[in-house]
């Protein structure tokens, strides 16, 4: 069975600055697609970016970026000049046919 | 264009009775899928829907049941509360696909007591 596995339960940055975010994952798929998902103090998961394994090229939205490892696995989420309303749990998913299945999710705090 | 949206937001509701949730999909996605978000055990898949039937079913008891209408709305239903159900569930919709994104509505918040 799939998993998804996100080491870090939570981290800081400083506005403007970079923060890393990992997520590594397990599957015997060759064809699959990522996703990351942002939870504010409002519920909604908003989804942030996406990434299809049989693309080699990290996608890339405005100040978020990937680095996607297929051979390692690993699927980690780059935020650039952190802004105050970043702030959030960030949620890695494998996307399995009808279903996505979450990491434990990583908080992250954004301090001014 | 709408986005996904979950009624009620929050409910109490007392052991043993049931309640029914409800979901209003993007327009023109076929698919829903329902989560279940606790502390403890994270975000969990309950079921998915696509055109009115069932594709896939997590691993929860009989009491979780879901439905999904013509117009793609659906409903998830828990019967016999129990304590352990209290939980944000959450609502997804997607053109169902595994290639599409799922995007989620604000969720509804039950509280069992």
């Known amino acids: 069975a799939q998993t998804v596995t996100q080491s870090q339960p939570e981290m800081s940055v400083q506005e403007a600055e970079t923060v890393t975010l990992s997520c590594t994952y397990d599957?015997?798929?060759?064809?699959?697609?990522l996703f990351w998902y942002k939870q504010p103090p409002s519920r909604q998961m908003i989804l942030v970016i996406r990434?299809?394994?049989?693309?080699?090229q990290n996608a890339t939205e405005n100040r978020f970026s990937v680095n996607f490892q297929k051979a390692a696995k690993s699927f980690s989420l780059k935020i650039s000049d952190s802004q105050l309303g970043d702030a959030a749990m960030y949620f890695c998913?494998?996307?399995?046919?009808?279903?996505?299945?979450f990491g434990t999710g990583t908080r992250l705090q954004v301090f001014p | 264009k709408a986005g996904v949206t979950q009624t009620p937001r929050y409910l109490i509701k007392t052991r043993g009775q049931q309640v029914t949730l409800s979901c209003s999909p993007i327009?023109?996605?076929?698919?829903v899928s329902w989560y279940q978000q606790t502390p403890g055990q994270g975000l969990q898949f309950l079921f998915e829907?696509?055109?009115?039937?069932?594709?896939n079913k997590g691993n929860f008891p009989g009491r979780f049941s879901g439905r999904q209408f013509s117009n793609s709305r659906s409903e998830m239903n828990v019967s016999t509360l129990e304590l352990g159900d209290s939980a944000l569930y959450l609502c997804?919709?997607?053109?169902?696909?595994?290639?599409?994104?799922?995007?989620f509505g604000q969720g509804t918040r039950l509280t069992v007591v």
């Open positions: 327009s023109g996605h076929r698919s």
């Open positions: 990434q299809e394994a049989y693309k080699q």
């Open positions: 599957t015997s798929e060759s064809d699959y697609y």
């Open positions: 997804a919709s997607s053109w169902g696909q595994p290639n599409t994104e799922a995007f």
């Open positions: 998913a494998y996307r399995d046919t009808d279903k996505l299945i």
């Open positions: 829907y696509f055109s009115e039937t069932q594709r």
